[in-house]
Every structure is written in structure tokens, then in C-alpha cells.
T-cell receptor
Framework: DSGVTQTPKHLITATGQRVTLRCSPR?????VYWYQQSLDQGLQFLIQ???????AKGNILERFSAQQFPDLHSELNLSSLELGDSALYFC???????????????????FGPGTRLTVL | GQQLNQSPQSMFIQEGEDVSMNCTSS?????WLWYKQDPGEGPVLLIA?????ELTSNGRLTAQFGITRKDSFLNISASIPSDVGIYFC????????????FGSGTQLTVLP
């Protein structure tokens, strides 16, 4: 058990709908990362939050958004869902201390069990 | 973006055999991580490497951070059936883009 929790474990919805995935990081971790894993692709980084603020963006679609709340849990919102959005969505967390002037220094990331999203 | 080349893509080995997999990059990395993922589960961290030349073990697993900082390998000795899964390398590239880059994974099958 990594200490990162994600809910729900499974989600089945229809095209055009909107869903919210939730993540609680390990106790003490300030950074949360979201990843998408499709069958034919590896882990794709979507977005990172550090202590409530967006820190880095990867290949995240305009239809997707995220936020991190004061209690450090995070939500990933997926809207106008398409069939191709079906995938495993993982959240990871790390301590992530500030490193000099180069911005946030990420350290080892621990992954949650994931949410399997199926869009029909 | 950054690219990690992980090989082999898949391996079939007999129980008890040793196995080796590696990741290479054209860019310098500051951190190398090795994860194992079981079907439908999240990646589980196996070994973390933070210094060039570092050799770290975790039970039957050994990983090394290459001297050039552009590669890393993972060895599993005396494989057992529960070693089955997908192994991913991940690296944190040097520079301001502090995002983990993942390899494409090595699917390991251990035959009894």
C-alpha cells in the first residue's frame, strides 16, 4: 500500500458526460501528479500540483482540468468525454521540496491504485 | 519531449533464471526510478537512484544509475512466479522541466 488513495476504482459513463476523479496523497506529501495510461500507450503525464498551485502541465487536453484543495487532496475533472478517453488514470504524490530558483524539485513519486474509466 | 528507450519489450524466462532490463536516453537524467505494475494496479516503486554510478539493491533486485547519467539497468536474480508483471523505468531529466518521463515498459513472464 503506497498510502495514496484514489476513488472511484471503476467508472463507467457515456460519451459527452463529465466525471470527477479524486486523489488523496500520502500524509505529508505536498505534490500531486495525474497520469493517464491507455492500453496502447505508456504512462502519460497530465498535470502536477504543488501545495494547491499548478506546477507543471503535460499532455493534458483542454477538456480536462484539475485542482488541489487546501487539505491537499486533488480532483481531476474530465468533460465532454470521448471513447478515446477510456483509460486508467493514476494519481501519484511526492514530498517535492522547493529547489533553489529552478522551481519545484520533484522527488520519488508514489502511485495510487488508479481509476479505470470506461466511456461507452 | 524527453524519450526513454526501454528494452526488451517483453521477456519469457524460466523460474530461477536471472533477468536484466535497461533504459537509455539521449539526455541526462538526475533521477532514475524503477516501478513494477501488476494488471489493473498502480505502479509500485521498486528502487530509486539519485547519483551517477549508484548501485542499489532491494532483495533480489539490483539497479544501477549509469555513469553517463543517460542510462540505468535493473537486474532480477533467481526469478519467481510473482515477478511477473510490467517493469517501467522512469527518469527525471536535468533542467527546468521537472517531470518524470516513463519508458514503455518490459513485460516479464516467468515460466514454472
Amino acid at each position: 500500500d503506497s498510502g495514496v488513495t484514489q476513488t472511484p476504482k471503476h467508472l463507467i459513463t457515456a460519451t459527452g458526460q463529465r466525471v470527477t476523479l479524486r486523489c488523496s496523497p500520502r500524509s505529508g506529501d505536498l505534490s500531486v501528479y495525474w497520469y493517464q495510461q491507455s492500453l496502447d500507450q505508456g504512462l502519460q503525464f497530465l498535470i502536477q500540483y504543488y501545495n494547491g498551485e499548478e506546477r507543471a502541465k503535460g499532455n493534458i487536453l483542454e477538456r480536462f482540468s484539475a485542482q488541489q484543495f487546501p487539505d491537499l487532496h486533488s480532483e481531476l475533472n474530465l468533460s465532454s468525454l470521448e471513447l478515446g478517453d477510456s483509460a486508467l488514470y493514476f494519481c501519484a504524490s511526492s514530498v517535492a521540496t522547493i529547489s533553489g530558483t529552478s522551481g519545484v524539485s520533484t522527488d520519488t513519486q508514489y502511485f495510487g491504485p488508479g481509476t479505470r474509466l470506461t466511456v461507452l | 519531449g524527453q524519450q526513454l528507450n526501454q528494452s526488451p519489450q517483453s521477456m519469457f524466462i524460466q523460474e530461477g533464471e536471472d533477468v536484466s532490463m535497461n533504459c537509455t536516453s539521449s539526455s541526462i537524467f538526475n533521477t532514475w526510478l524503477w516501478y513494477k505494475q501488476d494488471p489493473g494496479e498502480g505502479p509500485v516503486l521498486l528502487i530509486a537512484l539519485y547519483k551517477a554510478g549508484e548501485l542499489t539493491s532491494n532483495g533480489r533486485l539490483t539497479a544501477q544509475f549509469g555513469i553517463t547519467r543517460k542510462d540505468s539497468f535493473l537486474n532480477i536474480s533467481a526469478s519467481i512466479p510473482s515477478d511477473v508483471g510490467i517493469y517501467f523505468c522512469a527518469g527525471l531529466p536535468q533542467g527546468s522541466a521537472r517531470q518524470l518521463t516513463f519508458g514503455s515498459g518490459t513485460q516479464l513472464t516467468v515460466l514454472p
